[in-house]
């Protein structure tokens, strides 16, 4: 694990971020009063704040979260894992979200409020970074966090605040060369070359399976890795295509939705 240098630059960033947490605890107390949750599996980073380049990954589970927290800068880069799959928060009410074993430490992390209180500028982390396992479970999950956003963190996506990795998918070797797939049509193209031309095919299972160079290079360091960033039209978009917004949910929190889309925070 890369750690935390302890330079002037990033202490100055901790005390800020340190400063704005203390003065955010009382709206933070007022959204999440209790603290249902017993702890929080956040393993956060040294720096906070706006202009910090503080980001905050999603992922998976415990596996992948140590996996993760083995190679990331521990200055600049915090690790929150999932419990499980995510809760579907489409229809849930404000407490189901904060008392949830993973949004309701997400939300505390994040520091923004949620609906119509979340303000982006309280942010303790310039970038989200959603990163699941390369599979149908790990996409599911990462489509349920954005579903998070869309519904009760909407200000962070149209802020640019968060953004998806793109784990790679297997690597196939060809005639000595060494390809990476980063999506299942792209695996699968590259298998066929592969028997094709006696060459070996390997499919990654899972973030953790990946080696720590790999990992590093294809999903944390910012200057290597692949992400894209998220808008609020990119999940409208997939709620369309997925159809996991039922019409006219309403709660205390939001408006009632039209026909076919989201209700929009207050």
């Not at 995510?86 to 994040?110: C, M």
Request: charged fraction near 25%; charge should be neutral.
């Amino acid at each position: 694990m890369l750690q935390c240098s302890g330079s002037p630059a990033c202490m100055t960033r901790h005390d800020r971020g340190s400063g704005r947490d203390r003065e955010s605890g009382g709206a933070m107390s007022r959204i999440i009063p209790s603290r249902p949750w017993t702890t929080s599996k956040l393993d956060d980073c040294a720096g906070h704040g706006p202009g910090s380049g503080a980001e905050l990954f999603l992922v998976e589970g415990d596996s992948a979260a140590a996996a993760v927290g083995r190679v990331r800068d521990a200055c600049m880069q915090a690790v929150l894992p999932m419990q499980g799959k995510p809760l579907n928060t489409t229809r849930a009410s404000r407490r189901k979200v904060v008392e949830h074993p993973f949004f309701g430490p997400l939300t505390e992390a994040l520091g923004t409020g949620l609906a119509t209180d979340c303000e982006p500028r309280r942010s303790r982390y310039d970038r989200v970074l959603v990163l699941t396992d390369p599979d149908a479970d790990g996409i599911h999950c990462g489509y349920l966090v954005l579903l998070f956003f869309h519904r009760w963190l909407r200000p962070l996506l149209d802020a640019g605040l968060v953004e998806v990795v793109r784990p790679p998918w297997g690597e196939v070797v060809i005639e000595g060369e060494l390809l990476l797939a980063f999506s299942e049509p792209e695996l699968a193209a590259l298998a066929t070359r592969a028997r094709g031309g006696g060459g070996t095919v390997r499919r990654f299972r899972g973030l953790a399976a990946l080696d720590a160079d790999l990992l590093r290079e294809t999903c944390i360091d910012p200057t290597t890795r692949r992400t894209e960033r998220v808008s609020t039209a990119d999940v409208a978009a997939m709620i369309e295509l997925i159809g996991a917004v039922q019409p006219g949910q309403r709660d205390a929190d939001h408006a009632p939705a039209r026909a076919g889309r989201p209700a929009r925070p207050g």
